[in-house]
């Protein structure tokens, strides 16, 4: 829970310094009425997994609840994990660029591993000057490069040693863990991350991935 709170609030920061101090903003304090913002979450799952459920909603909740102006939240489901054939980006960009080039973003946010590669090729053509948030696992900032100069990256994750700091605590007799994880991009890298924070348990704790 503490995670997706923390995720939560990012994003809500995100949000309000994208649409009041990016350039081209444009929010008076004088302004009683302003037009909504608009915001545009792609979530590189398919539409349904728990994760992203949770995600969009908690970030619905905020941006409706905590925001002091009005937001017109978009939702998108790429799908990428089933289908991360170029073909298909380039389709799916396709479809981006029609839905959203009359109706233009104030900010698009993009949730997931798989994303990095079409981030890196096509928000520049999709979304144009739009600021861009990528929301990721990977502690690396994403290369800067002329198409990229709108992209920013927002680093989120759990804390695995404390994680299991706490079992330990609470169970001081627990000698096995099984870690359960998808076949997706952002599955192994956590899983790949929980490797590594779990290193200093070997010997104490049986690890089983």
């Not at 170029?86 to 973003?105: A, Q």
């Amino acid at each position: 829970m503490k995670q997706f709170k923390i995720l939560k609030f990012c994003l809500l920061l995100s949000v309000v310094a994208a649409v009041t101090l990016w350039p081209g903003a444009n929010i008076s304090a004088q302004d009683t009425s302003p037009e909504p913002k608009r915001v545009l979450a792609i979530f590189v799952h398919k539409q349904g997994t728990p994760w992203a459920h949770r995600v969009e909603e908690s970030l619905r909740t905020a941006l409706t609840t905590e925001s002091s102006y009005p937001i017109e939240y978009n939702v998108e489901y790429a799908d990428q994990s089933r289908f991360p054939e170029k073909e298909y980006l380039s389709k799916i960009s396709d479809l981006y660029r029609y839905k959203y080039g009359k109706r233009k973003m104030d900010l698009v946010l993009v949730l997931g591993e798989e994303s990095r590669d079409w981030i890196s090729e096509y928000t520049k053509t999709v979304f144009g000057d739009i600021p861009v948030v990528f929301v990721t696992i990977d502690q690396k900032e994403i290369p800067k490069s002329s198409s990229m100069a709108n992209t920013i990256s927002l680093p989120w994750g759990f804390v695995f040693k404390k994680s299991a700091t706490l079992i330990l605590e609470v169970l001081p007799q627990t000698k096995n863990i099984f870690i359960i994880s998808g076949t997706s991009k952002t599955d192994q890298k956590l899983k790949s991350l929980t490797v590594d924070a779990l290193a200093e348990r070997n010997g104490q704790l049986t690890i089983h991935y």
